[in-house]
């Protein structure tokens, strides 16, 4: 697999660190890890990733408040996003349906096949 840039971005310490280990372990990919929304905008405009994965709920600036940062900034516009959340509801409509994310991810997540999921969301090809 093609090395990747990710930024995780979660308030819970236990989920970044599971999410960085399998993107790191299973794909090989470069991960760097936010605990906030404040904290990934400045990292995104140090060194900007090729995806972001976004935790939905945060304290202070959650996901989609943090996405629309994103979407305000020409820099960082085109960087795709895949929202990170327990609160997925079957068949009724979400908070992020009108945002323009790449796609959502139910956490818990299978840590094995993370990689697989965020590459077919933002339509990287397999070997990527």
Known sequence: MTSRMVLVVDDDDSVREITQLSLE?????QVRAAGSGSRALEMLRERRPEVVLLDVMMP????PTTFRAMQADPELRDV??????????????QPWDDLGVAGVIAKPFDPMSLA????????WDAAG
């Open 25 to 29: 372990a299973v794909a090989g990919w």
């Open 60 to 63: 202070g600036m959650d996901g």
């Open 80 to 93: 795709p996003v895949v929202l990170l959340t327990a609160k997925v509801r079957m068949g009724s409509v």
């Open 116 to 123: 697989h999921e965020v590459s077919a969301l933002v339509g």
